[in-house]
């Protein structure tokens, strides 16, 4: 059983923040994924990886950095937390073309 | 405009009933399509996918369809049960761009008993 776990599923952070989002995989897949989940905009990607120390912009990746120092794990980074990054944010991960696996979700509040 | 639109934008059913979720996309050429079911507070779980050559798949209550010709699938849900209250998104994969996935605003559904 594919395994994708997020460091928390509640999240609440003031403006200004700087603020840590972790995704550990567990089958050793090369491809992971961020994606943000927001009501009526379903959801969009922010960044991807697909090797080690490798990453590529996905649609909306302004706000947002990651990093892949490891296979398993993939974090996003909010460098100075805004309101409209609150959001729902997904990690998921891949092998080649396959099908996408997605871990619990992190729903992140910034006051 | 999305590229992947779905509708209802949200569904309320009886239990026992079924129902039937409705995806149009534009994305071309696609390599695959996928439905993912998911509950609330919780990421997304596959349901099927279908590629290009395929027009019908089950997933036990589930049954996903697609016509490629006019670029629409459909997720028909039979005799529906109070777990199967969710969000059902529609995923488009591009063959080209990498594999990237384009996802649909999702149909919300509510199994009332």
């Known amino acids: 059983d594919v395994k994708v776990t997020q460091s928390s599923r509640y999240l609440v952070k003031r403006t200004g923040e700087k603020v840590f989002l972790e995704c550990v995989q567990d089958m050793d897949h090369e491809n992971m994924f961020w994606y943000r989940q927001d009501p009526g905009l379903g959801l969009r990607l922010i960044y991807f990886?697909?090797?080690?120390?490798?990453?590529e912009k996905g649609d909306i990746p302004e706000g947002y950095s990651v990093s892949r120092e490891k296979k398993e794990r993939f974090s996003l980074i909010l460098e100075s937390a805004s309101t409209n990054q609150t959001s729902m944010y997904l990690c998921?991960?891949?092998?080649?073309?396959?099908?996408?696996?997605f871990g619990p979700g992190t729903r992140l509040t910034v006051l | 405009k999305n590229q992947v639109e779905q509708s209802p934008q949200s569904l309320i059913i009886l239990e026992g009933k079924n129902c039937t979720l409705q995806?149009?996309?534009?994305?071309?050429?696609?390599?695959?399509l996928r439905w993912y079911k998911q509950d609330t507070g919780r990421g997304p779980v596959s349901l099927t996918i279908?590629?290009?050559?395929?027009n019908t798949k089950s997933n036990g209550r589930y049954t996903a369809t697609l016509d490629a010709d006019t670029k629409q699938s459909s997720l028909h849900i039979t005799a529906s049960q109070l777990s199967d209250s969710a969000s059902y998104i529609c995923?488009?994969?591009?063959?080209?761009?990498?594999?990237?996935?384009?996802f649909g605003g999702g149909t919300r559904v509510l199994v009332k008993p």
């Open positions: 990886s697909y090797d080690v120390k490798m990453k």
């Open positions: 279908m590629t290009f050559s395929e």
């Open positions: 995806c149009n996309y534009t994305v071309s050429p696609f390599s695959n």
């Open positions: 995923v488009v994969s591009l063959k080209a761009a990498g594999n990237k996935l384009t």
């Open positions: 998921a991960s891949t092998v080649a073309l396959n099908e996408q696996f």
